[in-house]
């Protein structure tokens, strides 16, 4: 059942799904996981030739190997074992209609193999308890610095 949530300025409901000593995570399994995800620098767009999204290079060039997303409890759930910065991939189109992939001077990308604890829910694994860990997901990383949200393209078990 929903609760609601009063507050000086603000006012939501929420839905409890976890409080001390609950049984939430009996049958859960905890196992590590390394994936692989890619953050493009520059998400095209190429129908209209203007990107859609564009990360700044510093943004990428933060994240260092051996950075950690840690819970409340000091518990590792992320830890970037890898980092590989390259410059950004851009496709654009030709006056004819022709895709063509061309190297941005000034963005990255970034591919990063990352450490991810996992939890298996009903033979489905989940990273930060509500991620499913799937290729093709975004996996959100929540540093104490910075925020990034690269996408999934290998899971290594």
């Known amino acids: 059942a929903p609760v609601k949530f ?3 300025r603000i006012a939501f409901d929420g839905i409890v799904t976890e ?3 609950s049984n939430y995570q009996e049958g859960l399994k905890i196992k590590d ?5 890619i953050l493009r620098g ?3 767009n190429i129908d209209e030739g203007e990107p859609i999204e564009i990360i700044e290079p510093e943004v990428i060039e933060s994240i260092n190997k051996g950075d950690k997303i840690t819970d409340n409890n000091d518990v590792v759930l992320a830890e970037v074992l890898d980092v590989t910065l390259s410059q950004a991939q ?5 006056d ?6 061309r190297y941005d001077p000034y963005y990255k990308d970034g591919i ?6 996992t939890k298996i829910h009903e033979s489905e694994p989940y990273v930060f308890d509500n991620v499913p860990l799937k290729i093709g997901e975004v996996l959100p990383l929540n540093f104490n610095d910075v925020s990034v949200f690269p996408v999934i393209i290998k899971i290594e078990n």
């Open 6 to 8: 009063n507050f000086a």
């Open 19 to 21: 409080f001390p000593n």
């Open 33 to 37: 996981s390394r994936v692989v995800a």
């Open 42 to 44: 520059v998400r095209p």
């Open 90 to 94: 851009r496709v654009s189109k030709s």
């Open 96 to 101: 004819k209609g022709d895709l063509l992939l």
């Open 112 to 117: 990063f193999t990352i450490k991810v604890r």
